[in-house]
């Protein structure tokens, strides 16, 4: 099956630092989502983006669907942004989100 | 609207003991998959149901099974809890549209299990 892999492992940033957590995944993909796992365990959706760049605030995301890679871009990280994040993507045969390990962010104020 | 609502928020059981976990979709949503997280396996899928039928399943035991009603309500069911049962089961709604490629997923705020 489809391969999700998720860098770095952890990454630990000082408040005001940017960042970049990277995805790549093993085959063709119908979509991508990145999500921030809160402290109680709920996955917030950040980016639906199977195919090209999106916004939202300090946080973006760039798909390059053709060389199979995923960049989450956070830039003035704040405290608030601490936590783990995951990409999934849905293979073109199913409807099931397969999950990376995740990349644990930690900021520090 | 209101999110993806999942009931208990917690739970304890013993081994051998059967559990049924509930999630309602978000409005209009008719897709509801199920997910388990562990620390060592991390998220894998269990089953998706899409208008009251199993759509898509996990590779995951005959113990572990579930249903959708014709509100598009979901529940999963466990049965001869294990140890390694324990988990945070997270419940996802999409809205499907027709064959579009859109399947955004939403996720719940998730049971956590405990099995003694």
């Known amino acids: 099956g489809i391969q999700v892999e998720q860098s770095p492992p952890d990454l630990i940033l000082q408040e005001g630092a940017n960042s970049t957590l990277r995805c790549n995944f093993s085959?063709?993909?119908?979509?991508l989502q990145w999500f921030h796992q809160n402290p109680w365990g709920q996955l917030i959706n950040l980016f639906y983006?199977?195919?090209g760049t999106k916004q939202n605030g300090r946080l973006s995301a760039t798909t390059v669907a053709t060389e199979r890679y995923s960049l989450l871009y956070i830039s003035s990280s704040q405290t608030t942004d601490s936590g783990v994040y995951f990409c999934a993507v849905e293979s073109q045969a199913g409807t099931a989100l397969i999950f990376g390990k995740g990349t644990t962010l930690s900021v520090s104020s | 609207k209101a999110g993806v609502t999942q009931t208990p928020r917690y739970l304890i059981k013993t081994r051998g003991q059967q559990v049924t976990l509930s999630c309602s979709p978000i409005?209009?949503?008719?897709?509801v998959s199920w997910y388990q997280q562990t620390p060592g396996q991390g998220l894998q899928f269990l089953f998706e149901y899409f208008s009251e039928t199993q759509r898509n399943k996990g590779n995951f035991p005959g113990r572990f099974s579930g249903r959708q009603f014709s509100n598009s309500r979901s529940e999963m069911n466990v049965s001869t809890l294990e140890l390694g049962d324990s988990a945070l089961y997270l419940c996802?709604?999409?809205?499907?549209?027709?064959?579009?490629?859109?399947?955004?997923?939403?996720f719940g705020p998730g049971t956590r299990l405990t099995v003694l």
């Open positions: 409005s209009g949503h008719r897709s």
């Open positions: 983006i199977p195919s």
């Open positions: 996802a709604s999409s809205f499907t549209r027709g064959t579009a490629n859109y399947n955004e997923q939403f």
């Open positions: 085959d063709s993909v119908n979509n």
